[in-house]
Structure formats: C-alpha cells, structure tokens
C-alpha cells in the first residue's frame, strides 16, 4: 500500500515537473526566438561606459568598440560608430607621445556625435582637414556640462599637451553643472560649500544586473530604443498638466534662483579654466548653440528672446569675450542657411545636430582665429 501510494506521488511529482518544463518552454523558447530577430535589426549597442572612481577618475567609454547606434522604435536614427583607443567617440586613435600641433574638441552628446556615422563630426572634419601636419581629437559624453569640461580640459593638457582647445556650449550645459540639479553619476560637478562652489567627482560603475541586461537584443530595445526608462521617470515624477515646452533642450522658462545659479556656474567655469587648460584666453575658443528650433522662424525667434537659454547664452557670450575668448555664435549662421534654402540642422526625430550643423559648424572654427594659430598654412 505505501508502495503504491509513493509510486503515485512520484507519477504526480514527475507530471508537475514535465508541466513546469513545459511552460518554460513555452516562454524560452518564443524568447530566444524573439532575441534572435531583434539581433537582426539595428538595436543600438554602445559601448558601456567604464567605471569612474579616484583611480580612474575621467569619465569614458569601453575603448576600441565598432558599434552601431539607433534611436525609436523604428530605428529613425541609425549610424556606425566607433569608440577609440582612448575610449571617445571618434574613428581616429589618439597618439599621446605625437609631436604635431593638436586642437581638442571638447563638449556633450554634440562631440559624441551619436547620431551621425564616424567621421562625420565637426571634430573629425577637421581632423581630415589638418592632417598630415596636424591632429583634431575630441572628448566628450553625453550629458557632461561645464563643470565636466574643466575635467577633460585638465586631462587633455596632462595626457595629449594640446595647443589650442574648443568647447561646444549648448543649453544645458549651465544648469547640471551644479550637484543640487544633476543627479548624473561619472561626471564632476560643483557643490555649493556656502559662498563657493567645489568641483566634486559622483562616481559611477555599471551594476552586474545591468551589464547581464544589456547583453540582450530584445532589452537594449526596450531600453535605450524605447526610452522606457526615461518615460517611466517622467511619469513617477508626475508632468504637470500643461505640458513643458523647451528651446535648446532645456525648459523655456525657469525660476529666477535656477537662473542665477547658473550664472554662478558660468563665472566658476571661466574661474577654474585657465589652470584647468594650461592655456590663455587666445588659444581657446567657444561655439554657442543656436536656439533652435526657435531661429526657423523670426517670430518664434522674437518670442524666444527672452527664455533661459537665450539668457545665458547672453550672460555666457558676454563672460567670454569680456576675458578676451574667440566666441563663435552658431545662430546666425544657422539663420543665414536657412533663410537661404530652408535646410534644417537636427533631425525629425532628435535634436543634435546633424551632418549639415556639423559641417557648418567645423567650417567656422576652420576659420577661427585659435584654428589658424594652431595650425599655421590656414591663416593664408
């Protein structure tokens, strides 16, 4: 009887484990199928960006990767790219021990270039430009402000000695400079100490869970396709009703305190710049972003007149060229081009430049005064 009664508890224990299996299957196995077509597509897939800490204090991205990168769910923007030896977005490696006069391009998601195929950035246009007799590298990352541009500038001087350096200012580069409105991880960022502000290192390094996770096809869709992530923060954080409206990739308007703390964040930057660069203001020049899409047309420009980023490009074009820097002011080059024959400089679908602005923008710095300095046959 007990014989009977443990050869029907096995039969039962061995039917549940062939269900359990069973279902199983049925997930794994469309799964699997699922991950392998998405493999297909052109699921973007940058590299990860390594960890940020007091032993490798710089903030970069997993060296010598070829990768292709994608943005919406119907891959609108698609490019090949390339992460060099030093971990930057740029198809050329970088030569810390070369000899040749050198300018550093350094900024955000602009110097990145994610959204236009390697080779096609204003820093590598250049670079095609000046070699053999010279060198245009580039640091950047998305998301880095102001704050983050002292530290690439401080770690260009000490690793590659460049001559000259240009920075690419755009409309969020004031604001998350500062640590009580940037939450970001692997950047440096001022900390208010009373009347001061102290750069402060956020370390960063990539959880196990996340680097397992975005080995997948399927959740890299998900994630950096679809945006979910950031499309679930913005609805914890509970919008408001009226939806925000925004020049520059930041809010029109913002309140008085957040203005004036990036003015703060503006005169620290000029502050720390010289001892940060090793260079004077001669040999350094800036690129201020146009208010797009606003400059399209002459009455929304007149409205923008007045919103956060065209206060602080003001306060910062005018900082700039108070210190004696070369200010180059992409606006109304933008205008000239578009009044011209209607061309756009950004995407459909994403608001960086796009190989046009990129073009324009290094055929003005071509013609700078820091260019021809570093560079001497342009200046004929």
Excluded: C
Aim: glycine share 4%.
């Amino acid at each position: 009887m007990k014989r009977e009664r443990y050869s029907e508890e096995k039969m039962i224990s061995m039917m549940n484990v062939k269900t359990l299996s069973g279902n199983l299957l049925l997930i794994v196995i469309p799964f699997l199928l699922l991950e392998l077509a998405f493999r297909a597509l052109p699921v973007s897939y940058p590299p990860y960006i390594l960890p940020v800490s007091e032993a490798t204090p710089v903030a970069r991205f997993q060296p010598n990767q070829h990768y292709v990168y994608s943005r919406g769910w119907n891959f609108s923007v698609k490019t090949k790219k390339y992460s060099n030896n030093y971990g930057y977005m740029n198809e050329n490696d970088y030569d810390a021990d070369a000899s040749s006069p050198l300018l550093m391009v350094v900024g955000d998601s602009y110097v990145e270039a994610h959204q236009i195929d390697a080779g096609n950035s204003a820093a590598e246009l250049l670079h095609s430009e000046v070699e053999p007799d010279g060198r245009v590298y580039s640091i950047g990352l998305s998301g880095a402000p102001l704050s983050q541009y002292l530290v690439f500038a401080e770690h260009s001087k000490i690793t590659f000695h460049p001559q000259t350096m240009v920075f690419i200012i755009v409309g969020n580069d004031f604001d998350e400079s500062l640590l009580k409105y940037n939450g970001a991880h692997r950047f440096h960022l001022f900390r208010e100490t009373g009347e001061d502000l102290i750069l402060e290192r956020v370390d960063y390094s990539l959880s196990k869970a996340k680097a397992l996770l975005r080995k997948s096809a399927i959740m890299r869709y998900v994630m950096l396709n679809l945006e979910v992530r950031a499309s679930l923060e913005r609805f914890l954080n509970r919008p408001p009703a009226q939806p925000v409206e925004y020049i520059g990739n930041v809010p029109i308007t913002v309140d008085e305190d957040r203005t004036d703390d990036s003015m703060r964040a503006v005169d620290e930057f000029f502050n720390q710049l010289p001892l940060r660069s090793g260079l004077d203001a001669t040999q350094i020049l800036f690129v201020i972003d146009g208010m797009r899409p606003s400059l399209y047309s002459e009455d929304e420009l007149e409205k923008a007149e007045d919103s956060y980023f065209a206060k602080m490009r003001r306060y910062f074009q005018g900082q700039a060229l108070s210190l004696g820097y070369e200010v180059i002011d992409m606006q109304p080059i933008f205008i000239k081009r578009n009044r011209l024959d209607n061309s756009r400089f950004e995407f459909e679908t994403d608001g960086h430049w796009n190989e046009l602005g990129h073009s324009l923008a290094a055929k003005e710095i071509q013609n700078s005064a820091v260019l021809k300095s570093t560079f001497p046959r342009f200046a004929d």
